[in-house]
């Protein structure tokens, strides 16, 4: 069984029609005292966990999400969570090759670019930025948004502190659709009230490892992993010139 395709067609190839996502803009100024511990708010692991998750609405950072599979499927985030803007890349083994899928937020606008290891579908050509509307759009928030994975930490239940500044909990998702996207409900099914999960902090307070225990059809398990580091990193998100732009995207442009 390769149990980490289910998640890949899931939470990695559907994560390109995640709303919002990708590239980044410098925002080292907003970042408080980087070489010191910031004093957490509460002691309370809920508390500890609450605060992780909001601060990832803060600052810059790049998040690499994986399936906890070995067949390379991942997905890289590079966010700018105040700019609105960055630039999210998946990567996605099939038979032939790698799929690669881009996604660029740029403020006010979303492309998304596919390459393929062939060319027998002429839009997955590499070259071609297909102009897919707006952050938030309707047709966007049927994947996973990346962008806001943190959030679904901020309701935790049972927690308990399982090394230093390591936790873990159950999460309720049944209200996180519009993070998760439908494909992410339809695998976790009635498990979603009740979703088992660990994390971690750094000294700053900041969320840095992140898992949700998702359950396959055959009753497997499998995760989604989630690691947040380069807090800060300055990067730009520009669009793509003109002459690389494509308007109406086809149906098989993820977010289109």
Sequence with gaps: MQKPKLIAAVAVLVVAVGAGAWAMVAAGDDEPDAGRPAASASTDPVGVLKAAAAKADEQAYKLTVGT????GDATVLLWDPKA???????????PSGVVKIERLTTGPDVYVRVTAPDRRVPVWDGKT????????APAAKQGLDNTRLASTLGAPAGVRLTGEREYAGTLDLRQSGAVLGSGVGSVLGERAGAVP????VDEQGRLVRYRIELASEQSQTAQLD???SDFGLPVSADPPAADLVGEDPPANIPGA
């Design 226 to 228: 989630l690691t947040y």
């Design 197 to 200: 999960f660990t994390a971690a």
């Design 84 to 94: 609105k803007r960055g630039l999210e890349t998946t990567s996605l083994k099939v």
């Design 129 to 136: 930025w297909w102009h897919v509307g707006a952050p938030g």
């Design 68 to 71: 906890g599979g070995t067949d």
